[in-house]
């Protein structure tokens, strides 16, 4: 398995150590719900070295990412400025789901996901035109501070960052020096996504813990993702699925004339399914993925399920009935037993606070 510049550090920490995705990754540290409280109450930091950036630039660059990508970084008008979409297939199905910055006209950073980083990779290459050139920046470490005090706790330990990020608008970046700092995550919280230079990331790693920040695996980061409502590649989307199937239609871009892989099999494309919510409405056990859901308007399945800690409930993402609609009642199959749930529209919790 391959590891980040922090291995060391997660060590020394007595974390748990677990694989994921080709990776040897913290799960915790102790106790994943005292980290996934810290998030959604002060403030945690997450190694998420495993995920890669590229670096795009050229004088193609822009139209480049208008074709290969579902959605339009056209309404990329700021420097800075961030851009959520999908990577999608000729077929429609979503290879991956990123995030794409930019940093001027013909220069753009994209963060893809550790599970299909070097698929993507070679799909983005084969879609390359001349006048664009692209850089995978293995020599990066990435950390993501969030929480409600992410931010104040954040320019305490590294003070440096503080006159590039304090005027950040959600989902904006910036280069600070060695360090490129945007506000954006995958909790559900305020914070940083940090990218910084490999070798600066276990002293970043040791500021950050000395300023009150606490150490968060990928077991806290799952179940924050849960509750804030965003998908997982590989539980609630893949190449079989197209974005109208998990709740990312806003991510997508039909309008107007511009050609991008995947728009002619969309436009064609009949939703029989959507993406819902589900709380579980008894005691007796916890939602988890591939548990059957039942209800007035047919079948569906889970993607995603599990213990909320904030909500005190289990919940769960699910592909249910195009027809279904937030409110009603279903029936999960947990454990061959018929349990009591509702329907709701994700997401659960944002910034601390239960939504449903």
Not at 238 to 245: K, N, R
Not at 261 to 269: C, D, I, P
Not at 309 to 314: E, G, I, K, V
Request: hydrophobic share 45%; net charge neutral; aromatic share 6%.
């Amino acid at each position: 398995m391959r590891r980040t510049p922090l291995y060391d550090a997660h060590r020394a920490a007595n974390a748990k150590m677990v694989e994921f995705a080709g990776w040897e990754m913290p799960l915790h540290y102790g106790s994943q719900i005292e980290e996934h409280h810290a998030v959604r109450r002060a403030a945690g930091v997450f190694d998420t070295s495993h995920m890669l950036a590229l670096d795009l630039e050229g004088t193609a660059a822009r139209q480049f990412l208008r074709h290969a990508l579902a959605n339009d970084v056209e309404r990329l008008r700021l420097p800075g400025k961030a851009l959520y979409s999908c990577l999608l297939a000729e077929d429609g199905g979503i290879l991956d789901d990123l995030i794409v910055y930019r940093l001027a006209e013909d220069r753009y950073r994209i963060v893809l996901n550790a599970a299909t980083a070097r698929s993507d990779l070679a799909w983005l290459e084969r879609l390359r035109p001349a006048g664009a050139s692209l850089r995978a920046r293995h020599d990066l470490a990435m950390l993501a501070v969030q929480g409600p005090r992410a931010r104040e706790k954040c320019w305490a330990a590294l003070p440096e960052l503080r006159a590039a990020s304090e005027a950040l608008g959600v989902f904006f970046g910036a280069q600070a020096g060695d360090i490129f700092v945007a506000r954006t995550g995958y909790t559900g919280e305020d914070g940083f996504e940090l990218l910084l230079p490999a070798g600066r990331a276990p002293d970043a790693w040791r500021r950050l813990h000395d300023a009150g920040v606490r150490p968060c695996g990928l077991g806290a980061r799952d179940t924050l993702r849960l509750e804030a409502g965003m998908n997982l590649y590989g539980q609630d989307m893949d190449s079989s699925v197209t974005p109208f199937e998990c709740g990312l239609a806003w991510s997508v871009a039909l309008e107007g004339p511009r050609t991008f892989v995947g728009k002619q099999a969309l436009a064609r494309h009949t939703t029989a399914q959507r993406m819902l919510g589900l709380v579980l409405e008894e005691r007796a056990g916890v939602l988890r993925s591939h548990q059957a859901v039942h209800g007035a308007h047919g079948e569906g399945m889970i993607t995603s399920g599990s213990f909320s800690p904030t909500m005190n409930a289990s919940i769960a993402l699910a592909r249910l009935p195009a027809a279904c609609e937030p409110g009603e009642r279903v029936q999960v199959t947990v454990r061959d037993r018929p349990l009591a749930a509702r329907t709701v529209q994700p997401p659960f919790v944002r910034r601390g606070m239960i939504l449903v």
